[in-house]
């Protein structure tokens, strides 16, 4: 690939699904400084085009959260296949960091602001000793968690409710906090317990604050009655405590079908479209 690219006005707009495993990375959003993820990507498309490439996303996760669905956006003027970009971005990525699948959108499309839903995970590892394959990827707790408990405080969440308590900062007096949880679960896997939130947005560490609350809920710390003055009582600035980054996963971002031009799928493309 040696074509010049830019975001001009007879170029390609593309949607891609990007696996990443956060650890060694400052989060999403380029920084100057540090590592991140749209720094690794945008590196790797100046290398391979010989020219800056800008990439957009659907949200921009913190230092140390992974993803199986990040969707980032991306413009090129070029005639190659999706599969011919995917393969040569992958070969050029950081092991870490891995483009899942490529479409072709409409030459608007944003991929926050057109996503009509997200999906993240929390994953907490429970037994009696931490395994150094769940470090990176897992919370560890050693404590006996009632799963049960932790099912009826999801449960609370279910539904439009204002999350400002759950809000990390940047969120001032006047900025509506509603959002609607379409889906709140916890599934038990042998020594794994997973948190999974479904909504129309999310706020930056609502997940984490809310896994928080719902996991000192598991460990008999808290009470339903705790979950519920935080969704409906306003408490300033206090949070529930949040656990840490590296048992978050951005998992799944959908989007109408409309906005897709082609109709060919590859591997996992079907969580770009509702």
């Known amino acids: 690939m040696s074509k010049e690219s830019s975001i001009i006005e007879n170029s390609r707009r593309f949607a891609g699904i990007v696996e990443y495993d956060g650890t060694s990375y400052k989060g999403f959003q380029r920084q100057t400084e540090f590592l991140t993820i749209q720094g690794e990507i945008e590196h790797c498309f100046e290398n391979l085009i010989g020219s800056p490439v800008q990439i957009t996303s659907a949200g921009r996760t913190d230092a140390g959260v992974h993803a199986s669905g990040q969707v980032i956006a991306f413009s ?4 190659y296949s999706l599969e011919v970009i995917k393969r040569a971005l992958n070969s050029r990525l950081p092991r870490d960091i891995k483009i899942q699948s490529l479409r072709e959108t409409n030459n608007n499309f944003d991929p926050r602001r057109d996503a009509i839903k997200r999906s993240y995970r929390y994953i907490i590892s429970n037994g009696l000793s931490e395994s150094v ?11 006996p968690i009632n799963i049960q408990k932790m099912s009826d405080a999801m449960n609370l969440f279910i539904g439009e409710h204002d999350f400002r308590n759950f809000a990390g900062s940047g969120v001032d007096k006047s900025m509506n906090t509603v959002r609607n949880i379409i889906n709140a679960d916890v599934v038990q896997r042998e020594n794994k317990v997973e948190l999974y939130f479904e909504a129309n947005a999310f706020f930056r560490h609502q997940v984490r604050n ?4 719902v996991l000192r809920v598991g460990l008999s710390y808290s009470n339903l009655d705790e979950v519920n003055r935080f969704i409906n009582i306003p408490l300033g600035s206090i949070r529930p405590p949040m656990l840490p980054a590296k048992g978050l996963y951005l998992e799944k971002v959908t989007y109408p079908e409309s906005l897709f031009l082609d109709n060919k799928l590859f591997k996992r493309q079907d969580v770009l479209a509702s």
């Open 76 to 79: 090129l003027d070029v005639d």
């Open 210 to 213: 809310m896994a928080g609350l």
């Open 133 to 143: 394959f769940d470090n990176r990827f897992s919370y560890f707790v050693n404590s």
